[in-house]
């Protein structure tokens, strides 16, 4: 049995970018040095003042594929049954257009159903902090172990750190 913990891990590193531009070339450095997705939250405000995670994906595509072959096959499962079912005192109707209705329905609402269960799927990575007016519009926030000081090189290339808050330096810890 596998354990899974829901909490976020907890950033050690954290720097806010004034462009995307910069962030991105340090989000690609960290991944580039072995940092996975896993360990990276990477923060940005919106035109609106809101903030949102920029490595936030979630699984509809997957759900809704899934969904679609499950579906299909339950359809064509099903089918033989519901031509016993219906079947006229005459004698059975023509199964293969059953089973092909069937199946299409079955992949649409089911693909549908898989669809909406992978939107609310997310991933879990480091929660990074949402930018202060005073920060830069992005902030990049690693977990980073044993690596601090390549992490903290990384980041702080390009970015720089919070004005809302204090950030780990190399070694704190």
């Known amino acids: 049995m596998w354990a899974h913990d829901n909490k976020s891990p907890t950033a050690d590193v954290i720097a806010a970018f004034d462009n995307q531009d910069d962030a991105d070339e340090a989000l690609l ?23 949102t995670d920029l490595m936030e994906r979630d699984h509809s595509f997957a759900g809704a594929t899934l969904g679609g072959i499950i579906g299909a096959a339950l359809g064509v499962a099903i089918a033989p049954g519901l031509a016993r079912l219906m079947s006229p005192p005459t004698g059975p109707s ?41 920060d830069g519009p992005f902030v990049l926030a690693v977990n980073s172990g044993n ?26 810890m």
């Not at 329905?105 to 990074?128: C, K, N, Q």
Request: hydrophobic share 40%; charged share 15%; proline share 6%.
């Open 29 to 51: 450095q960290l991944r580039l040095a072995g940092f996975r997705d896993k360990q990276i939250g990477y923060t940005g405000r919106l035109a609106n003042g809101h903030t």
């Open 94 to 134: 023509d199964l293969f257009y059953l089973e092909i209705t069937c199946a299409v329905f079955g992949a649409l609402f089911i693909s549908f159903v898989g669809g909406w269960i992978g939107m609310s799927m997310h991933r879990r990575g480091v929660d990074a902090p949402a930018p202060a007016p005073g």
């Open 147 to 172: 690596a601090r000081d390549r992490a903290w090189s990384i980041l702080h290339q390009h970015g720089h750190d919070l004005a809302s808050g204090p950030t780990m330096q190399p070694g704190a």
